[in-house]
C-alpha cells in the first residue's frame, strides 16, 4: 500500500446491500497471503484496514468524510447491483475516485444483475462506470463467476497484482486445510465428548449394574424371610396362608422380576405335605362350623350375627349373610340350597320361634311357633320331610317342612333338651338333657329306650346307625367320658373315661373308626376307636372349639372357635419319601432300578434282589440272592428281564415270575451291569475293563480296555451303538460297540468319575464326580457345553429326566438336588437319608426318584415338578389376595 494512504480499499454499496459490504469487508480484512506465492515477497500479513460507508446521508458528510476517505483509500470496491446502479451517492464516490485519476484502482463487486445491460431493472454498473468504455473499462468479480469466494480472491488478486487461478487454487488449499483443522477439531471435540459420555455411561452402568446386584440381592433376602415365615406359619396351622405366601413371591408375570430361590421349591414341598387353614372373617366367637356334602364349602355361624361361606379350597369368604333372627342352631344342605334353623331369645314362659331361612335369597322360608322356652336344637330328617327343634320345657316338637303345622311332640324328659337329632333311617330321634338320653320312635311318638342318671353334653350317631357316641357326666361323678352305646341293641359297648374337661364337640368319621371331640379347655381330640388311643391332640386355640367334624375321607377336620376362626386340621401324615426296606449291608451305586414304565422297581439290598410295586409301595416277591452283599441291577428295556451282579455270577431273571433265565458264571468280579436298548446284550465291568454279552447264549462278545483304574459307571447310548464309561482315572471314555474302539476320552474332572448318563435322544451326557462338579457334554463332539458346582462335596450320580430339562444329582452331603439344564440353577433340594446319597434316578414320568444312601436305605419319593406345583397352587388360590395388612406384616409391603 502506498505510503499516502491509510486504507488499503473503500467500499462503496446501497444501503440494501450492506450485508455483503460487511461480508466483503470481513473477507478481505480477514484474507491470509499463503506463505510463499512464488517468491513474491512485500504482501502484508493481512489487508487491513478497508473502509466501509456506513451511511447513505447528505453530500456535506460525503464532502467532509468521503471524500477524505477516498483520498485516503488506494482501491475503490463498488458494490454492484441493480439498487446501487440508481444509488447517486454510489455514483457520486464512483466518479470522485475516477475524478482523482484512480480509475484503473476501481474494482467493480458484482452481487446482482448484469453490466451495461441497457435495462433499468438488471444494470448493477452506476453511471460513472458505465462511462467508463474502451480501454477503461473495468474488470469485475462477479460472485455469479464461480461464487462470492472465487470473486473475493479476484479482488484480492486485481489489489495485489496475482494471478487470480494460483491465489484461488492457494485459497482452497487454505480452506481444505482450515476445514480440515475444523473437521480435525470437532471430530476430537466429539471423540472427547463421546470419551466423557462413555466413562459416564459405563460409571452409570456400573453403578446402576450395583444397585440393581443390591437390589437383587434386598429381594433375594426378602424372598428367603418370607419363605421362612411362610414355612412357620404353616406348622401354626395356616397352610392356605402360608401357600399364598409362596405364590406372592414366586417370579411370574404379575409380580414382574423377582429372584428365584430353591428354598421357594423346598418350602412349597413342605407346606403341601399339610392342608390346615385358619379361616378369619368372624367378629365374634364362631359356634358353628359345617361342610357341604361335595366339600366344596364351609359354612359358619358366629355371635357377631352373621353367617359366612368359605371355599374350601382356598379359605376365600365367598359369601357373607347378616343375620336377622337371633342365634343359629344349625345349617343344612339340601339340592343347590343352604338353609339355617335359628332363633329369638325367649323367656321359658314364653312362645319359642324357629325361623327357617334360605342363605341364598336371605330370606325366611319357614316360621315355626308354638313351642315354649328356649329352643336349644334344631334337625331335619334325611328325607327333609321333618323337622325338629328341642326346648328348655322338656319337649321335642316335630314339624311338618312344607306346611310348617306341627306333626307331634314328643314329651318325656323332665328337663331342657340341650340336643335331639334324626337317626340316619329317620324312624328314631334321639335325644339328651342333664336327666339322660332317650330313644324315640316317631311312629309312636313313644320312648322306646332311655339312659338314666347321666347328664349328656354332645352326641353323634355313625352313617349306618349302628352306633350312638355320647359324650356325658354322670351326676354322681366330676368326671367326662365319651360312651360308645349299640344303637339298635341298645347296650353298652366302650367308654373312653378320664376326661376332666367340658366336652363341646363330638363327631364320628365315615367309617366309623375314629370320632374328634372338642374340650372346654380349648383343645381337640382324634380318637382311634379301634385301638382306644389319641391319634392327634390340637392344642393352642385361641377360643373353646365347637361343632368339629370329619371330611369325607376322614383326612382333616373342620370346626369352629371361640375367636371368631374356622380352622381345617389335617389329621394324618403326609410324606414326600417312603423308606422302601434297610439294607443289612452297605449299598452300591448301581443298587437300584426303576422298569421302563415306572410301575415296578427293583433293588439290590444285602444279598437279596427285591421286585417292588412303585405305587404301593409293597414288595411283590424277593427274585433270589447272591453271595455278596454290593449287588448292581438293571431292568431291560422290554421290561421283561432284570440283570443282577455281584459276586462271579451275571443272573438274568424274568421280571414276572422271579425265575433266573440265566447264570453267566466269569472269573472277575463285577461291580456294574448295564443292558442294551434292544435288551440283547449286556455290558458289566470288572475292575477297569468292560465285558459285552450276548443275553440269549451268555457268550462274551468283546472285551473293552483302555482305562487305568476301576470303572463306576456305564451306560449304552440311546441307539445302542456306543458305551459311555466313567472311570477313577478321571476320565471319561466313549467306546463303539462293534468295534470296541475309544471315539472320545472326555477330561474335564479332576478326580474320580462317579457317574455318565445320556440324556433320552442321545444327544448329550451328563457326568458326576468326586470334585464336586457336574458336567453336561455333548455326545456328538465330546465338548463340555455346561459345568454345575454343586456344592454338596463328592457328587455321586447325575441324570436326566425324561424332557431334558433337569437334572438330579446326590452327593455326600445327605442332598439329592433338581436342577435346570438351561439356567443351571438349582430348583430343589430335597433331603431324608441320614448319610451320603449314593445313587438318585428317576422313573420315566419324571414323577417318581428312587434314591439309596449309605445309611442302608432306599427310598422312594413322589415327585412333582416346581412349575406344576406352582401352578396348580396359585389355580387355586387365585382369588384369595393378600390384604394390604398382610403384605406388610410379611414383607411384602413398606
Known amino acids: 500500500m502506498e505510503q499516502n494512504k491509510e486504507y488499503y480499499a473503500f467500499i462503496s454499496y446501497k444501503r440494501e446491500d450492506e450485508k455483503w459490504a460487511k461480508w466483503l469487508q470481513d473477507r478481505l480484512e480477514h484474507y491470509k497471503f499463503p506463505t510463499n506465492l512464488n517468491g513474491r515477497t512485500g504482501l502484508p500479513k493481512n489487508i487491513r484496514p478497508t473502509f466501509r460507508d456506513v451511511t447513505d446521508s447528505t453530500p456535506g458528510f ?26 447517486p451517492w454510489v455514483c457520486k464516490e464512483a466518479q470522485t475516485f475516477i475524478d482523482l485519476g484512480r480509475a484503473d484502482h476501481i474494482i467493480p463487486f458484482i ?16 453511471d460513472a462506470l458505465l462511462n467508463l468504455t474502451g480501454s477503461k473499462e473495468l474488470l469485475a468479480a462477479n460472485i455469479s463467476e464461480g461464487g462470492r469466494d472465487f470473486a473475493a480472491v479476484k479482488v484480492v488478486a486485481k489489489m495485489f497484482d496475482l494471478n487470480p487461478d494460483t491465489l484461488w487454487q492457494r485459497y482452497e488449499r487454505y480452506m481444505r486445510n482450515q476445514r480440515n483443522k475444523k473437521f480435525a477439531l470437532v471430530v476430537g471435540i466429539l471423540l472427547l465428548f463421546a470419551i466423557v459420555v462413555s466413562i459416564w455411561a459405563y460409571r452409570e452402568r456400573m453403578h446402576n449394574m450395583d444397585l440393581k446386584k443390591a437390589n437383587w440381592k434386598m429381594m433375594e433376602n426378602q424372598t428367603r424371610a418370607v419363605v421362612e415365615k411362610a414355612v412357620d406359619i404353616a406348622n401354626m396351622g395356616d397352610s392356605y396362608l402360608a401357600l399364598k405366601l409362596i405364590c406372592e413371591i414366586f417370579p411370574n408375570k404379575e409380580n414382574g422380576s423377582r429372584p428365584y430361590c430353591s428354598e421357594i421349591a423346598t418350602a412349597l414341598r413342605q407346606i403341601l405335605l399339610h392342608d390346615n387353614a385358619i379361616l378369619k372373617g368372624h367378629t365374634g366367637g364362631a359356634y358353628y362350623a359345617t361342610l357341604s356334602p361335595d366339600e366344596s364349602k ?22 357373607t349373610i347378616p343375620l336377622k333372627h337371633g342365634h343359629v342352631l344349625k345349617v343344612f344342605f339340601t339340592y343347590n340350597k343352604i338353609y339355617a334353623f335359628s332363633k329369638e331369645h325367649s323367656n321359658v314362659n314364653l312362645d319359642a320361634t324357629l325361623y327357617l331361612t334360605d342363605i341364598n335369597t336371605g330370606r325366611v322360608v319357614r316360621v315355626f311357633r308354638g313351642q315354649r322356652g328356649s329352643i336349644y336344637s334344631a334337625d331335619v330328617s334325611k328325607d327333609k320331610k321333618y323337622i325338629l327343634s328341642s326346648s328348655s320345657d ?39 338333657g342333664r336327666d339322660g338320653i332317650r330313644k324315640w320312635d316317631i311312629t309312636t311318638g313313644l320312648c322306646v329306650d332311655s339312659i338314666k342318671n347321666v347328664d349328656a353334653e354332645e352326641m353323634c350317631i355313625s352313617p349306618d346307625a349302628k352306633r350312638l357316641y ?11 367320658e365319651v360312651v360308645i352305646w349299640d344303637f339298635r341293641n341298645w347296650k353298652f359297648i366302650d367308654a373312653f373315661k378320664g376326661y376332666e374337661e367340658n366336652i363341646t364337640g363330638l363327631s364320628v368319621n365315615n ?21 382306644k388311643s389319641n391319634i392327634k391332640v390340637i392344642n393352642g386355640h385361641f377360643g373353646v372349639c365347637y361343632s368339629p367334624q370329619f371330611t369325607l375321607n376322614g383326612d382333616q377336620i373342620v370346626y369352629s372357635c371361640g375367636d371368631g376362626t374356622i380352622q381345617i386340621r389335617d389329621i394324618v401324615n403326609r410324606a414326600v419319601s417312603t423308606t422302601l426296606c434297610k439294607s443289612s449291608s452297605s449299598l452300591s451305586v448301581k443298587c437300584i432300578s426303576f422298569s421302563p414304565d415306572g410301575s415296578k422297581l427293583v433293588v439290590g439290598t444285602g444279598l437279596e434282589v427285591k421286585l417292588y410295586d412303585a405305587h404301593t409301595r409293597k414288595c411283590i416277591k424277593k427274585i433270589g440272592n447272591h453271595r455278596l452283599s454290593h449287588i448292581s441291577v438293571d431292568f431291560s428295556s422290554d421290561g421283561e428281564k432284570i440283570a443282577s451282579v455281584s459276586d462271579d455270577t451275571i443272573r438274568i431273571w424274568d421280571s414276572n415270575t422271579g425265575s433266573c433265565l440265566k447264570k453267566i458264571p466269569c472269573k472277575a468280579y463285577f461291580s456294574n451291569i448295564s443292558f442294551s436298548p434292544n435288551s440283547q446284550t449286556l455290558a458289566s465291568v470288572s475292575d477297569s475293563t468292560i465285558f459285552i454279552w450276548n443275553v440269549k447264549t451268555g457268550n462274551c462278545l468283546n472285551v473293552l480296555k483302555g482305562h487305568h483304574n476301576y470303572i463306576e459307571s456305564i451306560m449304552f447310548s440311546p441307539n445302542g451303538k456306543d458305551i459311555a464309561s466313567a472311570s477313577r482315572d ?25 457317574s455318565i448318563s445320556y440324556n433320552l435322544d442321545g444327544t448329550k451326557m451328563v457326568s458326576s464326580s468326586n470334585d464336586g462338579f457336574v458336567k453336561i457334554w455333548s455326545a456328538k463332539s465330546g465338548l463340555c457345553l455346561k459345568t454345575i458346582d454343586v456344592h454338596g462335596g463328592k457328587t455321586f450320580s447325575a441324570h436326566f429326566n425324561t424332557n431334558g430339562d433337569k437334572l438330579l444329582t446326590s452327593s455326600e452331603d445327605g442332598i439329592i438336588r433338581i436342577w435346570s439344564t438351561t439356567s443351571t440353577l438349582l ?21 417318581m426318584i428312587l434314591s439309596a444312601g449309605d445309611d442302608k436305605t432306599i427310598r422312594l419319593w413322589n415327585y412333582t415338578s416346581i412349575g406344576k406345583m406352582i401352578s396348580e397352587t396359585q389355580k387355586r388360590f387365585r382369588n384369595r389376595k393378600l390384604t394390604l395388612e398382610e403384605r406388610k406384616r410379611y414383607y411384602l409391603e413398606k
Open 62 to 87: 460525503l464532502e467532509k468524510v468521503i471524500n477524505n476517505a477516498l483520498l485516503k483509500s488506494e482501491w475503490l470496491i463498488v458494490i454492484c447491483s441493480p439498487r446501487s446502479a440508481k444509488s
Open 111 to 126: 452481487i446482482e444483475g448484469i453490466p451495461f445491460s441497457n435495462d433499468v431493472d438488471t444494470e448493477c454498473y452506476p
Open 298 to 319: 364351609i359354612v359358619s355361624a358366629a355371635v357377631d350375627s352373621t353367617i359366612r361361606i368359605w371355599d374350601f379350597k382356598s379359605g376365600e369368604c365367598i359369601k
Open 394 to 432: 322338656g319337649t321335642i316338637y316335630i314339624w311338618n317342612s312344607k306346611t310348617g303345622s306341627l306333626h307331634m311332640v314328643l314329651k318325656g324328659h323332665d328337663s331342657s333338651v340341650f340336643q335331639a337329632f334324626f337317626s340316619p333311617n329317620t324312624q328314631y330321634v334321639i335325644s339328651g
Open 470 to 480: 355320647i359324650a356325658l357326666r354322670k351326676h354322681d361323678q366330676r368326671k367326662h
Open 511 to 531: 367309617r366309623g373308626d375314629k370320632l374328634v371331640v372338642s374340650f372346654r379347655d380349648r383343645t381337640v381330640n382324634v380318637i382311634d376307636v379301634i385301638k
Open 730 to 754: 478321571g476320565t471319561i471314555r466313549i467306546w463303539d460297540v462293534n468295534s470296541a474302539k475309544v471315539k472320545f476320552v472326555l477330561c474335564g474332572h479332576s478326580e474320580s468319575v462317579n
Open 827 to 847: 430348583e430343589e433340594s430335597l433331603t431324608g437319608h441320614e448319610g451320603y446319597v449314593l445313587s438318585a434316578i428317576w422313573n420315566n414320568k419324571g414323577d
